[in-house]
């Protein structure tokens, strides 16, 4: 199994400012996973991160706008840049254990 | 990766078991199919996961019918506390596609007293 622990669990900014969340794994991961959950809807994919590379980014989602960071093998930073209200959701962080995801609590953001 | 349909939503009762089917009907041979559960504020938790025939664990039962082109969720006697989101995701448990969840609308079970 593994522990995820996201920080901030919520925060509410002003447009045009920038939030970076963290999340913390409590064992060694290759892969650490971001995700978005809009209001109302599921969960969609952002980008993979790995360890000592860039990370590689779904279709619809760019580095300028959500660049990650990923300095080591427990630990990644998801940054949401020049917010919009539209960027209003929850972040999730993910990572795989064998075949089984498991997830942050997630971050409520709410930009104003 | 393989799409998969779920109805939007179910209603039940206390004590009565739940079935909910899932659609896949482009699904890879090389294909698992896993169920999570997401309750509002938290992340998804892991059901259980299966690829063919029946799995059953402390929680839950998968049945895949040979065909594999659905699969049910059986929660049997569920209390309120089962009110969730419940994700049908279909998909390749090795290679590039470890970890990247596709995920579905889901299912919004509501559990009455």
């Known amino acids: 199994s593994a522990v995820i622990s996201q920080k901030p669990s919520r925060d509410i900014c002003q447009r045009g400012t920038s939030l970076t969340i963290q999340c913390q794994v409590d064992s060694q991961v290759t892969m650490m996973f971001w995700y978005r959950q809009q209001p109302g809807q599921s969960l969609t994919l952002i980008a993979t991160?790995?360890?000592?590379?860039?990370?590689?980014?779904e279709s619809g989602f760019v580095i300028d706008k959500f660049p990650i960071s990923r300095p080591n093998l427990t630990f990644s930073t998801l940054t949401v840049s020049n917010m919009s209200p539209e960027d209003s959701s929850i972040y999730l962080c993910?990572?795989?254990?064998?075949?089984?995801?498991?997830f942050g609590q997630g971050t409520r953001l709410t930009v104003v | 990766l393989a799409k998969t349909t779920q109805p939007i939503s179910m209603d039940s009762y206390e004590g009565q078991e739940v079935n909910i089917t899932c659609s896949h009907n482009?699904?890879?041979?090389?294909?698992?199919i896993t169920w999570y559960q997401q309750f509002p504020s938290q992340g998804p938790r892991f059901i259980i996961q299966g690829y063919k025939t029946k799995v059953t664990n402390e929680v839950a039962s998968l049945f895949i019918p040979a065909d594999r082109k659905s699969s049910t969720l059986s929660l049997p006697r569920v209390s309120l506390s089962d009110t969730a989101v419940y994700y049908c995701l279909v998909g390749d448990m090795g290679g590039s596609t470890l970890g990247r969840l596709y995920f579905g609308r889901g299912t919004q079970l509501t559990v009455w007293p």
């Open positions: 482009n699904i890879a041979t090389n294909d698992y």
């Open positions: 993910s990572v795989e254990k064998v075949t089984e995801a498991f």
């Open positions: 991160a790995n360890q000592g590379s860039e990370a590689t980014y």
